[in-house]
């Protein structure tokens, strides 16, 4: 059995041998349910994935998350703020309509309005100061502060069809509704498919939540069109299961089977596997913010996590070699800044994490807290991989040197509401940076949060470091590429050094399928169906 592993930066594809199923559709377990058909509903990575089937963006990210041209045939700048975006003329909707800037702008207007969104919305169109459709396909943007990323940016936002409800002429005139007279779509308007019309590849046929999300090619779209006519996504949030439905031929291909089950993969002559190196760095988020915070017992009724000796005590007890082996089998790798090696704006060779549980006891005296103190960590238990027993490692490691730490794990759904509503005092994240590198997880997490800028929408621990803030400001408004990248790593090593967020280590994903399908595996984690090939076929 031949056993393919993608590393970073290399872009293999499986040639498998014949026997695939029915090349006309795709069965595939996921591993973890997207929330919604919604592109602006909530910024994470099954919903991208899952969105990214049905609608396109200017731009498009390709598995190693470089931007390339979508429904945007091109782009320039005129001046540092000022962008001119070439559209496609040759795109229509999956109801027909033609494509033009209108819809763009649209677009921009609804992720301002969007009042269902869970977290941060519209970030990306906050520091837009004009958009102006020049003519029906061709769309000029001009941003209130230097935005060098703009592309990459863009490359998030899927675009609807104006469409999808009543309006008069469509401008970016956002304190007049943009010229949009009905109500702007909700949630469940895109999940109950009536504002699901889309120019990707597919076109949604039934959304189920917790059942099954079933798609049909899009016969309009304007790329390369898919092999299968139907794919159907089942939800499948435990490993076993979801190789069980694999060996007996229930699924054509599962995401993440457990790393101690690839040897029964090898072992079957009918099934593959690919193994990609990913960009989420899994990370623990705490609040700074108030002097108080709900999950934190102390005698003095401080909060301890305001203390950088604290939180490096806390990096210092956590074996993330162990998790590594123990845990995720091999199939990760600790990580030490928030980005892998390689990545743009990471730091060149970064000094370990070190695990040293007595350390961190003196720095917990050093600190005050001799005796240790109490707190709750939140954590979901169907999210990332094997996230409720890193979870458990976690606590176990935190007790072990003081820190008397319950674990309350709950599903994603509940998890994300609460999260975004600073309910927690110290919690598990993930987050796969895209464009721009380091940028990506400072400008989201770390900074200081300001609406008018569109950074630090996650923010939720009340981080607040001016001296970072002015790095990363000046960082993501400096066009030149070599000083940019010198101040992204003088950024993520200032974040490492406070502490604010600790890192933990970094995914690799594992997909599984039969032999004779194709799939050659994303930095960003994503199953895309449109992306699975099968021999049959070629």
Known sequence: MKRLHLMAGTALVASLSAGVATAESLTIGL???????????????PNNALTRHIFSALGALDANQNVVPALAKSWTNEDDKTWVFNLRDDVTFSDG????ADDVIFTFCRQVNNESAVGATGKEVANMAAVEAVDPYTLKITTKEVEPLLPELLAQIMVLSEGITEHG?????????????????????????????????????????????SL?????????????????????????????????????????????????????????????????????????GRDETPFVETEDGSNPLQDVRVRKAISMAIDRQ??????????????????????????????????NPEKAKELLAEAGYPDGFKLTFHATNDRYINDSQVAQAIAQFLTRVGIQT????????????????RE?????????????????????????????????????????????????????????????????QQAEQMAVDEMGFIPIHFESSIWAFRKGLNYEGRKDQYTLADEITSDAAN
């Not at 309509?97 to 033009?100: A, L, R, T, V, W």
């Not at 089998?329 to 892998?340: L, M, N, R, V």
């Not at 319950?406 to 509503?421: C, K, N, P, V």
Request: overall charge negative; proline content about 6%.
């Open 31 to 45: 591993a973890s349910e997207p929330t919604a058909v919604d592109p602006h509903y909530h910024d994470v990575a």
């Open 406 to 421: 319950d674990l309350d794990a709950m599903t994603r759904s509940i998890f994300f509401s609460r999260r975004s509503g």
């Open 97 to 100: 309509s033609k494509f033009d």
């Open 169 to 213: 002429d469509i401008s970016f005139d956002l304190e007049n509704q943009c010229g949009v007279t009905g109500a702007w779509p909700s949630v469940e308007d895109f999940n109950n498919g009536s504002a699901a019309i889309g120019t990707g590849p597919f076109v949604l046929k039934d959304f189920t939540k917790g059942s099954k999300i």
């Open 322 to 355: 162990a998790i590594v082996d123990r845990i995720m089998d091999g199939f990760a790798e600790p990580a030490y800044q928030f980005i892998p090696d390689g990545m743009f704006g990471a730091i060149e060779n970064p000094a370990e994490l070190e695990y």
């Open 216 to 288: 049909a090619r899009n016969e309009n779209y304007f790329g390369t069109k898919p092999e299968w006519d139907e794919v159907t996504f089942v939800p499948v949030p435990s490993a076993g299961p979801r190789l069980a439905g694999l060996l007996s031929g229930d699924y054509d291909m599962i995401e993440n089977p457990a790393a101690r089950d690839i040897v029964q993969i090898e072992k079957n002559d009918g099934l593959e596997y690919t193994s990609a190196s990913s960009n989420r760095v899994i990370f623990l988020q705490m609040d700074v």
């Open 424 to 488: 927690f005092s110290f919690s598990m994240g993930g987050w796969g940076s895209s464009e721009g590198g380091a940028a990506s997880f400072l400008r989201q997490y770390v900074t200081t949060g300001n609406p008018d800028l569109g950074i630090g929408g996650s923010n939720y621990g009340g981080w607040s470091d001016p001296a970072f803030d002015k790095v990363i400001i000046e960082a993501i408004q400096t066009i030149d590429e070599a000083k940019r990248t010198e101040l992204l």
